[in-house]
């Protein structure tokens, strides 16, 4: 698997900070009219949730995934 390159943080807080400010009614707009209704979706996912959490391979599954993902 290849390993994306990331940006120093200096890059990206540079980045945030030009960039960021100019979309704030962007980001106004979809909290005022989101696209789907987060309480009801996040209740339906409920069930989901539990599952994930409760599968008897959860420790490895975690413990695996940061491996995969490194440092």
Do not use: L
């Amino acid at each position: 698997m290849v390993k994306p390159k990331i940006a120093s943080a200096d890059k990206i807080a540079a980045k945030w900070g030009s960039i960021t400010p100019g979309r704030a009614a962007d980001y106004e707009a979809g909290v005022r009219d989101p696209k789907a209704d987060w309480e009801t979706n996040t209740v339906a996912a409920a069930p989901n949730y539990k599952m994930a959490v409760s599968a008897p391979d959860i420790q490895k599954r975690f413990s695996g995934g940061a491996k995969r993902a490194g440092t």
